[in-house]
């Protein structure tokens, strides 16, 4: 099974295989609605929880911190309208991959799926089920080895589940997406009915004898309101298996990015309603603290008890998701082969959903919330950047090519998202270069990995 339709292999090793013996393939599953559930699911996970304060000490002002999501939102919805043009073209399972191999040739899409499967999904998942250790430690007595063997545990519970076949896991994100959406309404209505602190945008500043503007700090703040905008484009990783790919990606990708950013600008306003500045910045659980403030201990409980809902929801999710595209890659060999078996009973890719748990397991257990997704950012952006440019590039090479959805605003808004993209990098350099520069040398490993699959398969041809 290829990634999508037949084409020339540009003269790589790396081509479409023979699927005359029919091996097994992925079902289709996923309608609509549980599309724009995965988008949500995955993209709302703890993020609107734990990075507000870090946020608030970059941002002294409520005006700067709207800015600030507004923008991410705006980026995030500048790269769905993109990649549903690119998902209208071509529908298959591996998403991001299979753009962009076509625009830029396989050698791209390899360290993608690499950098993929060593970081930047593995490497969310394991930010989430730190977060989860954090917030259950509220709730239960744990210690931090408690807090992370439960993380670690999590994560392996997940990819068992999702081993078992795409059905269940469906269910459990549509239902986990509905509570998570239902609890953060009513939080955000409770903040806005409740609080007695006026909206007053500028007071921060004021308060903080901070009037400047820095772009750097809005550059570090930026990146971690994409981190909760982080997993907006998985979506596309499965779109072998929706029902009406070309219709149904590109519009659970502007749907449910709008909802996601709705709920954030939302939730932002109702946490400046009730704290102030100095007490969201001091602080790792905002909406525990403010529905503390106004309820008490015990409804502040019930607010982990939803994060943690959230929290899971985004992780099955994740965990779901990854593997499509380390499948797809081994199955038009630009990946191991062994990535490419399909559970004859489960139909799903279970060695690679394997790998993906145990190693993101691993994450979990050697690294800090904020350490890990500052990890993940810097190397993401890179990719979704020239994801976005593919818009760009097969404009001009494949003319040709029948695109049921094409985004709206070309070229502005893939080159917009393109020069921000630009711009977070090379502020992730400025801000530490040595974080940057480890996450660049982790796609440059994988450099020889690309080579020697490259000959071993040259050499069976």
Same mark, same amino acid.
């Given at each position: 099974m290829s990634l999508d339709e037949p084409q020339s292999n540009r003269g790589s090793a790396f081509a479409t295989k023979d699927t005359s013996a029919s091996p097994p393939t992925l079902r289709k599953e996923l309608n609509l609605f549980d599309a724009v559930a995965v988008v949500v699911g995955t993209?709302?996970? $703890?993020?609107? %929880?734990?990075?507000?304060?870090?946020?608030?000490?970059?941002?002294?002002?409520? !005006?700067?911190?709207?800015? =600030? &999501?507004?923008?991410?939102?705006?980026?995030?919805? %500048?790269?769905?309208?993109?990649?549903?043009?690119?998902? $209208?073209?071509?529908?298959?399972?591996?998403?991001?991959?299979?753009?962009? @191999?076509?625009?830029?040739?396989?050698?791209? =899409? %390899?360290?993608y799926a690499w950098e993929l499967l060593f970081m930047i999904h593995s490497g969310t998942i394991a930010a989430l089920a730190v977060a989860f250790g954090l917030y259950v430690a509220q709730i239960l007595p744990l210690n931090p080895i408690e807090q992370k063997v439960s993380s670690a545990m999590l994560i392996l519970a997940f990819t068992t589940l999702s081993c078992f076949g795409i059905r269940g896991g469906k269910r459990v994100q549509n239902f986990v997406a509905g509570a998570k959406i239902s609890g953060l309404a009513g939080i955000i209505a409770l903040l806005c009915v409740k609080g007695s602190r006026p909206i007053r945008l500028f007071d921060g500043a004021a308060n903080n004898g901070s009037h400047t503007f820095s772009l750097t700090g809005f550059g570090v703040a930026l990146v971690a309101v994409l981190f909760a905008y982080e997993?907006?484009?998985v979506i596309s990783f499965v779109a072998g298996e929706m029902n009406k790919p070309q219709l149904d990606l590109p519009r659970s990708l502007f749907y449910g990015s709008a909802i996601v950013m709705l709920i954030y600008v939302l939730a932002n306003l109702g946490y400046y309603h009730v704290l102030s500045p100095p007490e969201i910045q001091g602080s790792n659980a905002v909406a525990a603290l403010a529905v503390k403030k106004i309820l008490g201990p015990i409804a502040a409980n019930f607010i982990s008890l939803l994060i943690v809902v959230s929290?899971?929801?985004?992780?099955?999710?994740?965990?779901?998701?990854?593997? @499509?595209?380390?499948?797809?890659m081994a199955r038009d060999d630009a990946f191991p082969h062994a990535f490419g078996r399909i559970s004859e009973r489960y139909r799903t890719p279970?060695? !690679?959903?394997?790998?993906?748990?145990? &190693?993101? =397991?691993?994450?979990?257990?050697?690294?800090?919330?904020?350490?890990? %997704?500052?990890?993940?950012?810097?190397?993401? &952006?890179?990719?979704?950047?020239?994801?976005?440019? =593919?818009?760009?590039?097969? @404009? @001009?090479?494949?003319?040709?090519l029948d695109r049921p959805f094409r985004v709206p605003g070309y070229p502005w808004v893939p080159l917009l998202f393109c020069a921000t993209a630009i711009g977070l990098v090379l502020n992730t350099f400025i801000d530490g270069p040595l974080r940057a520069v480890a996450g660049i040398a982790l796609i440059v490993m994988g450099l020889p990995v690309y080579y020697f699959l490259d000959r071993s398969s040259t050499d069976r041809g």
């Open positions: 993209t709302i996970g $703890s993020g609107i %929880f734990l990075i507000p304060s870090s946020i608030a000490a970059q941002l002294h002002s409520l !005006a700067a911190v709207l800015l =600030a &999501w507004m923008i991410g939102g705006i980026l995030t919805l %500048f790269g769905a309208l993109s990649l549903g043009e690119l998902g $209208s073209i071509y529908p298959g399972t591996g998403g991001l991959c299979t753009y962009l @191999r076509h625009a830029y040739g396989p050698l791209t =899409a %390899f360290l997993g907006w484009h929290i899971l929801g985004c992780m099955n999710g994740l965990i779901l998701t990854g593997p @499509r595209v380390y499948y797809a279970m060695l !690679a959903l394997i790998v993906q748990g145990v &190693w993101a =397991a691993v994450l979990s257990v050697s690294g800090s919330y904020r350490q890990i %997704f500052t990890d993940v950012i810097i190397t993401a &952006w890179i990719f979704y950047g020239l994801g976005v440019a =593919a818009v760009l590039v097969l @404009r @001009r090479t494949q003319p040709q």
